[in-house]
T-cell receptor
């Protein structure tokens, strides 16, 4: 089993601040996906990164895939209360299975 | 809404009872996946189908669990003789063949008393 470690597990910030969360592994992934999950709901896909060093932007969210395709980061600029949620990273091992981390719980205080 | 749907959303059952969940994937998606998520954890892979063929099962899927996708469209996941340890959120996802993006349904929350 390929393990994904997400840090920090919990982060609370004020509205308007910036934050970065991390997803690390010792394994190489063919692609990596970030999801956001609300309580009692399924994960919602935010982005997929495939190429080492790739950077993708989704409005105020910036996702980066490490050069060696083992790690990723998510940066949120000027966080808003609507960004509150559990951010999950998931690596595709090339065999159609996603291996998930435990998530980064982000709380943005108005 | 043309996303993945799951029914029921919530199920409460007594230990020892059988339960069945249904998943309807995005219509053109030929791959369908089942995951299980417990509190404080990320989803864990259980099994997946390509069309009607079940191609892989995790060792997490004990003999009490069975999944089917008879016509390559919707899928069912049955748990026989439920145990308290089966309490979890059961998530279904679908994707296109050779695409690495999986889209999840809202999940079925199972509580075994």
């Amino acid at each position: 089993t390929q393990l994904l470690e997400q840090s920090p597990q919990f982060l609370s910030i004020q509205e308007g601040e910036n934050l970065t969360v991390y997803c690390n592994s010792s394994s190489v992934f063919s692609s990596l996906q970030w999801y956001r999950q609300e309580p009692g709901e399924g994960p919602v896909l935010l982005v997929t990164v495939v190429t080492g060093g790739e950077v993708k932007k989704l409005k105020r969210l910036t996702f980066q895939f490490g050069d060696a395709r083992k790690d990723s980061s998510l940066h949120i600029t000027a966080a808003q209360p609507g960004d509150t949620g559990l951010y999950l990273c998931a690596g595709d091992d090339g065999n159609n299975r996603l291996a998930f981390g435990k998530g980064n719980q982000v709380v943005v205080i108005p | 809404d043309t996303g993945v749907s799951q029914n029921p959303r919530h199920k409460i059952t007594k230990r020892g009872q059988n339960v069945t969940f249904r998943c309807d994937p995005i219509s053109e998606h030929n791959r369908l996946y089942w995951y299980r998520q417990t509190l404080g954890q990320g989803p864990e892979f259980l099994t997946y189908f390509q069309n009607e063929a079940q191609l892989e099962k995790s060792r997490l899927l004990s003999d009490r669990f069975s999944a089917e996708r008879p016509k390559g469209s919707f899928s069912t996941l049955e748990i026989q003789r439920t145990e308290q340890g089966d309490s979890a959120m059961y998530l279904c996802a679908s994707s296109l063949y050779r695409e690495n993006e999986q889209f999840f349904g809202p999940g079925t929350r199972l509580t075994v008393l």
